[in-house]
């Protein structure tokens, strides 16, 4: 497999590290899904039907989006292949009303099963009973236990994790033309002051709420209801960088 020889700890862990083709496939499908679904976002927040319909000088903004989300595996005959392949299979009456919310579902579940799943064995340090310790198991013992379903856990999480990562960094290609329109012309406002953060106050639905969030009240409501069947508080990327700063068994 091309791998350098070395103890087996060692291989494990750059094992987890590893990122397949199919990986980096899902990634490149959930980024043009995500400049889709921020496109879909901008035009309700512009209260536009169609990018022909906004300011002109908006124009370069809605083509640089439009040419991000391309995909070439989707045929011409679906909206003139401008649609990605994640929403392939939806009806226009769905496109139009589900799309993003779909993503922003698809996301928040991420983050549920990073932090569900990936410290299932290990619980967070209870900070309000102090250093009183009344059990005779060995707290550190435990907290550095680890075993093959940890490390699986582990490995499906990091891909996880990596994704968010990848979804939530710059797009050089719009950045460079969201950062030179919103800074003169931003309606409202509507724009945020780079597209990177317009990208994570759209997957932060719980976090960001009020007049800065993109997700209609009624919508959050929506998503919410997945982790109230689970009887788990509600989690977005915003939330998930405390889970992971405050477990004793993370190493960041």
């Not at 980096?24 to 499908?29: A, G, R, S």
């Not at 699986?152 to 460079?176: F, G, M, T």
């Amino acid at each position: 497999f091309g791998l350098d020889a070395g103890g087996f700890g060692l291989d494990m862990e750059y094992l987890m590290t590893v990122l397949e083709e199919e990986h980096m496939l899902i990634i490149e499908m959930l980024q043009k899904a995500t400049t889709f679904a921020i496109t879909q976002s901008l035009l309700d927040k512009l209260e536009k039907e169609s990018k022909d319909d906004v300011h002109p000088k908006l124009v370069p903004i809605f083509a640089a989006l439009e040419n991000h989300c391309y995909d070439p595996d989707v045929s011409e005959d679906i909206d003139g292949g401008q649609r990605p392949k994640l929403f392939e299979q939806l009806s226009p009456a769905q496109l139009d009303e589900d799309a993003y919310y779909r993503l922003l579902g698809w996301i928040t579940r991420f983050c549920f099963a990073i932090t569900t799943i990936a410290f299932q064995n290990h619980s967070k340090l209870d900070v309000s009973s102090g250093f009183q310790v009344e059990s005779s198991v060995d707290v550190f013992e435990h907290l550095l236990a680890d075993d093959a379903a940890d490390h699986a856990a582990r490995a499906s999480c990091s891909a996880l994790l990596n994704i968010l990562q990848e979804l939530l960094a710059k797009y050089e290609e719009v950045e460079a033309v969201w950062g030179a329109i919103a800074e003169v012309h931003n309606p409202k406002p509507k724009l945020s002051h780079s597209f990177a953060i317009q990208v994570a106050s759209f997957f932060c639905p719980f976090s960001i709420s009020g007049g800065h969030g993109q997700t209609p009240v009624a919508k959050v409501q929506q998503l919410k209801q997945f982790f109230d069947d689970a009887q788990q508080e509600e989690t977005d990327p915003l939330k998930l960088v405390s889970v992971l700063l405050y477990h004793p068994n993370v190493a960041i």
